[in-house]
């Protein structure tokens, strides 16, 4: 077997990450996308001494697991890996995932670890539940200006301002600055030169108290970000517009968010419950 050579497989397990697992010639390959049932054509995009890596050709047979992905995108944006898993088999895989770090990592018994472990609760709707998003920002290939999620082990963005699983209010958030950057000309990041202004737009949602916050991380200050005022003017019309914020992260660094923040408009924070208790919620909070 080389790279690029077709191959025949029948998904019988997931890995870690969320890939499915077939065999073939005692090799065992790991395939992006795969999901545990199916029999697939792969292609070989890696070779190890008894294992590789390839990526869905075509479904032969689809398994009785697969479903129909919300977003469009879920391929090749790195956020999401098993949206083609049906939900019920992604809670039993999660499952699963705790139960055996527990006893592999954790080093406790198998039959303990069943005895006090409790049944997985799911969501009704397992979409639009995240209240925290941070969206890179740069240029696609025809030097347009995006935001979106870093494709899979890359750090080219997948430009997407309407993620599924984000809550819904992020899109018009994102676009409103995306259209200011375009208008006023303020530049996006280059990691690889460490030019350019703004590295990532993070938001916060309060789902019990509706508040939100909006964070532009620059690769500088304020001040370059020129007229600003329109874009705290654009983002007060969102209901619940509570806290705009500029953070600064001028370091040389896959790390989002830098230790400066100024309030350009609103609170230093927003404020959200979890039972009767109230957080207040600043950009840099684990939340």
């Known amino acids: 077997m080389n790279k690029n050579d077709i191959i025949t497989l029948k998904i019988e397990d997931m890995g870690i990450d969320g890939e499915g697992i077939g065999k073939i010639d005692g090799m065992t390959f790991f ?7 199916d029999e697939i054509e792969a292609r070989i995009t890696k070779l190890k001494k008894n294992y590789g890596y390839a990526r869905v050709e075509q479904i032969l047979k689809s398994s009785e697991f697969r479903t129909e992905p919300k977003c469009e995108l879920h391929r090749r944006c790195g956020g999401c890996q098993i949206q083609a898993m049906d939900y019920a088999k992604q809670l039993e895989f999660k499952e699963n995932k705790v139960k055996n770090n527990l006893i592999r990592l954790g080093g406790f018994h198998a039959d303990f670890v069943d005895s006090v472990t409790e049944p997985i609760v799911g969501m009704e709707n397992p979409y639009r539940y995240r209240n925290k998003a941070q969206f890179p920002v740069g240029y696609d290939k025809e030097g347009n200006l995006v935001a979106g999620f870093y494709a899979g082990r890359t750090h080219s963005i997948v430009a997407n301002t309407n993620c599924a699983i984000q809550a819904e ?9 995306l259209t200011y950057m ?26 019990t108290t509706g508040e939100i916050m909006v964070c532009l991380i620059v690769n500088g200050t304020k001040k370059q970000l020129k007229h ?11 209901e619940g517009m509570t806290s705009i914020i500029v953070n600064t992260n001028t370091d040389k660094t896959n790390k989002i968010l830098g230790l400066r923040c100024e309030t350009v408009w609103g609170q230093d924070y927003i404020e ?6 109230k957080y207040q919620i600043g950009p840099l909070s684990f939340y």
Do not use: W
């Open 228 to 238: 600003i005022d329109k874009l705290v003017d654009d983002l007060k019309t969102i």
């Open 31 to 37: 395939v992006k996308d795969a999901v545990i049932g």
């Open 272 to 277: 959200d419950y979890i039972g009767n208790i």
């Open 169 to 177: 209010v992020t899109h018009p958030i994102v676009e409103k600055v």
């Open 182 to 207: 375009k208008e006023n000309k303020i530049s996006a990041y280059d990691e690889k030169n460490h030019s350019g202004l703004v590295r990532h737009i993070l938001t916060r949602i309060g789902f």
